[in-house]
């Protein structure tokens, strides 16, 4: 579970899709050979566990995880939560047009869980083992 106590309010979902970025050899990955470490993407290059924030077309923040030792950019993208505590702030933040979307649209993709749990790029590398945003176990879905 993903779990976020940002400006003081606890918002949680249960991951249920992810997208693995496995290292430089991998093409599709902000951290590939040809493009290297960057001050955009120098969490990726950080310890394990600790979360990549970045901006995705200058429109959506998106959360990762960085996955691998120090120096090797891997990281998971965390890219859908079902939502499971605080659904109501999730609404609030997730306003369009002044209505929120519908709950099964909350944090239905990596920019929407951002502004659901008020993640923005204020969290790029923080150790994703403490408050205000961490990951932690949860029961198995069946959904």
Do not use: K
């Not at 997208?19 to 470490?37: F, K, L, M, Q, V």
């Not at 702030?89 to 239905?108: F, H, I, K, T, W």
């Amino acid at each position: 579970m993903l779990v976020s106590e940002v400006d003081g309010v606890r918002t949680s979902g249960r991951i249920v899709e992810t997208e693995a970025y496995t290292g430089p050899h991998d093409p599709a990955s902000h951290a590939a050979e040809r493009i290297g470490r960057t001050t955009r993407n120098a969490a990726m290059f950080g310890a394990p566990g600790i979360a990549y924030v970045y901006r995705s077309y200058g429109v959506h923040w998106c959360l990762n995880a960085v996955t691998d030792e120090p120096g090797f950019p891997a990281a998971v993208l965390i890219r859908a939560l079902q939502p499971l505590a605080g659904i109501a702030p999730m609404r609030e933040r997730r306003q369009v047009r002044g209505r929120p979307p519908a709950d099964r649209e909350l944090c239905s993709g990596p920019g929407r869980l951002t502004e659901a749990l008020g993640i923005t790029g204020a969290l790029d590398g923080h150790p994703l083992a403490r408050p205000p945003l961490w990951v932690e176990l949860g029961g198995c879905w069946r959904g």
